[in-house]
């Protein structure tokens, strides 16, 4: 045995490779199983007519349904139409805040990236509550207020709409999103190219057009295609936002196509079939680009330089400022005033406040359950990405196992399925196995989709941990004859822990959050907070639905903060 080279894999005796072959076959086998057996599942069920668990009758009725009938098509473009708008929008705010917190002398810089690192964990569902109270066309504070002036009559704006379900998206994780992961690769971008356009003459906002906008296009297109994906993600706030306009999107459609009575299953896998084949293209898109740019934008004559805002130093703090607390603060108060309402958005009636809400809703039995369900599965998720996800980065990062390649690229397939969709496969895939249908419902399946939803992300983090790590380590643990575990065990966990712990964090908050991918699995006994919220919402309880939004934003925020405190951070490498 010899020792590996800077670039090299490990190498392990014969009888330790054999065995590791077999521990790395199965993880292969058990991660084909989660990621792709649900969309075979799916495929193959929107070509039957029968129900899961019934003999099977192969059929084009969902695919004929899906294609002719009235609405069907129309959803799936309204997705893409909103998708591609918001998106837009977005980058026109990003950008320039992402720029200014990496590269000028911006008073509070990173108390301000930490401000929309807040607003990108903050639940959608408690945002949409907080603009419903602004600008509910029958009682919204705006409208209310707008209407007082002379020559205005009605709402200025109806929160149930195309426009806006933009706005609570772009308001809420749609710019949060590009600032968190745009601002550590600005940081990383040499400034030589900035003071030779600065000494040529330029202006700081001409340098900014004309030399590191192009600089930093690939980390901004690559970034368009990742939030384009996670757009089509979406799906609570246009279920709240555009069933009472009758607007529906994609993941609406097949919500209600489950929910009929009886279920329509194969015009909602005919539907989720095609978002699918539409969306895969951009995750290999994403993916060929990403792996194949070489744009150095760090390198040994790297030095960074702050950007002096002089003058405008102020109001650009006030304005960044105001944008950052209209995305956190405005909404966590406004969700604490409607809870406290006796009727959601009436300021002027008699008895306004009350504490009946708060009283009614943790002491029922359906708050408990759904609170001990949301530790169970977030917490459950947080321990299998953790310890699941860093074996398979150690698999495709320090190994030479014949199937890493394929093994990674299945880690990016969660990315570029909408959580709608990936719920539906997983659906079709339980109701479809006998052997499988007892775990319906249960938390088990709850936490294994929501450990698949945060897989590519999870993966991505450990896998550049992983990268860092000498292989001098390992090998003169193998050279004392210790096996490929023992190794794993007492050399490379203990290294990796603070970014397994970061990892764990992460996939807790995002699972707590959860609606998309879990609204079709979870059951009366088994839904967390997410979906108790949404089923309040839906009946339109908003008060109520208030109160579940802030025991939500207790629990994130204060993870948020525990992630904070080990350092975690999230951006794209130039």
Known sequence: MR???????????????????????????????????????????????????????????????????????????????????????????????????????LPGKHWLEFLFWIALLIPGLVVTIAWILLLDPDYGLVNEWVQRLPFINGPIFDIYSYWGIILVFTASTGVAFKVVLLTPAFMNMDAALEDASRVSGASNIGTFARIFVPVMG??????????????????????????????????????????????????????????????????????????????????????????????WKWPIFAGILSLGLLATVAPLILLVVGSFMNIFGFFNIRDTWTLSNWTDVLTRDAFITSLRNTLIVSGGAALVASIGFSIIAYITVRTRFFAREPLNLMTWIPLALPG????????????????????????????????????TLSVQMLQAVMRQISFELEEASVITGASWLQTYRWVVLPIITPSMIAVGLLVFILTSRNVSSIALLGTRNTRPLSLLQMDYLLDGKLAEGAVIG??????????AIAARAFGFRVGLRS
Do not use: C
């Not at 058990?30 to 792709?36: M, R, S």
């Not at 802030?550 to 993870?559: D, E, K, L, Q, S």
């Open 3 to 105: 020792l590996a080279k800077a670039g090299q894999f490990l190498h392990l005796p014969s009888l330790s490779l054999r065995l590791n072959t077999f521990i790395f076959t199965v993880v292969f086998i058990l991660v084909a199983v989660a990621v792709l057996y649900p969309i075979l599942i799916m495929i193959v069920q929107s070509f039957q007519s029968s129900l899961p668990g019934q003999p099977v009758e192969w059929s084009l009725v969902g695919w004929r349904k899906a294609l002719t009938e009235p609405g069907m098509l129309d959803s799936v473009a309204n997705t893409f139409k909103v998708s591609f708008v918001r998106q837009g929008l977005a980058f026109l705010f990003a950008v320039p805040i992402a720029y200014v917190l990496a590269r000028t002398n």
């Open 420 to 455: 709608i969709i990936l719920g539906l496969g997983v659906l079709a895939m339980v109701l479809g196995n006998p052997f499988l249908r007892p775990i319906y419902g249960t938390h088990y399946i709850l936490i294994g989709i929501a450990a698949v939803s945060g897989m």
């Open 218 to 311: 690939p980390s901004i297109l690559v970034l368009i295609l990742m939030a384009f994906i996670h757009s089509l993600q979406t799906f609570e706030i246009e279920l709240i936002l555009g069933s009472p306009s009758r607007f529906f999107v994609f993941g609406t459609k097949i919500f209600d196509l489950i929910r009929d009575d009886p279920p329509q299953y194969p015009a909602a896998t005919a539907i989720g079939t095609m978002i699918m084949i539409s969306v895969l293209p951009l995750i290999v898109l994403y993916r060929w680009y990403s792996g194949r740019r070489r744009f150095t934008t760090v390198g040994g004559q790297y030095r960074s330089n702050v950007v002096e805002l002089r003058r």
């Open 550 to 559: 802030t025991v939500m934003v207790v629990i994130t925020v204060g993870i």
